[in-house]
């Protein structure tokens, strides 16, 4: 089961990616891949999301859990047992929980050892950049001359594990 993002990019099984895109590319790789009616789908998100409107569930093997807090969210993730988990970032989850950031980005690289995991946000922060830093793959789409990752928001400095793709026009 494989999920492509652009023609080329593909998420494998057994991996956890952090994705930073537009909306509509993660709605399109979702609702383009009829193969994901066939696995067992967990989509996690916190207190709002930009995405859960936009995706196809027809299947009945599409889960949806909401995590208001980083404790539920962490709860959540150790008892997944999908084979795709997608969860869409959401800030307000940290407010106050930052110190669980290091654990539930340990906790998102050990469900992708089993699963194909996707940590997903259109645009990065700092609290995004610490649960990515676990990821296998970083993969962020932009418009063409546009960055929204490879600079650290705090201190404005490129990240060495930051990886950019551009779309061509």
Same mark, same amino acid.
């Given at each position: 089961m494989l999920i492509e993002l652009r023609k080329g990019m593909t998420l494998h099984p057994g991996t956890f990616n952090a994705v930073i895109a537009p909306g509509r590319?993660?709605? #399109? +790789?979702?609702?383009? &891949?009829?193969?994901? %009616?066939?696995?067992?789908?967990?989509?996690? #998100?916190? &207190?709002?999301?930009?995405?859960?409107?936009?995706i196809s569930r027809s299947s009945k093997n599409f889960e949806v859990r909401r995590a208001f807090t980083a404790h539920q969210l962490f709860t959540i993730l150790k008892e997944a047992s999908h084979t795709v988990v997608l969860l869409?970032?959401?800030?307000?989850?940290?407010?106050g929980a930052e110190m669980m950031l290091p654990q539930i980005a340990g906790m998102l690289k050990e469900v992708g050892r089993e #699963?194909?995991?996707?940590?997903?946000? #259109?645009?990065?922060d700092r609290s995004f950049s610490v649960l990515m830093r676990q990821a296998d793959h970083i993969i962020e789409i932009t418009p063409a001359g546009e960055s929204t990752s490879s600079r650290s928001p705090r201190h404005g400095r490129i990240l060495p594990? +930051? %990886?950019?793709?551009?779309?061509?026009s």
């Amino acid at each position: 089961m494989l999920i492509e993002l652009r023609k080329g990019m593909t998420l494998h099984p057994g991996t956890f990616n952090a994705v930073i895109a537009p909306g509509r590319v993660m709605v #399109s +790789a979702l609702n383009s &891949n009829t193969d994901l %009616q066939r696995f067992l789908f967990l989509y996690v #998100s916190g &207190n709002y999301s930009q995405l859960l409107s936009s995706i196809s569930r027809s299947s009945k093997n599409f889960e949806v859990r909401r995590a208001f807090t980083a404790h539920q969210l962490f709860t959540i993730l150790k008892e997944a047992s999908h084979t795709v988990v997608l969860l869409e970032y959401d800030p307000t989850l940290f407010d106050g929980a930052e110190m669980m950031l290091p654990q539930i980005a340990g906790m998102l690289k050990e469900v992708g050892r089993e #699963s194909l995991v996707i940590l997903y946000t #259109s645009t990065i922060d700092r609290s995004f950049s610490v649960l990515m830093r676990q990821a296998d793959h970083i993969i962020e789409i932009t418009p063409a001359g546009e960055s929204t990752s490879s600079r650290s928001p705090r201190h404005g400095r490129i990240l060495p594990y +930051a %990886q950019q793709t551009l779309e061509v026009s």
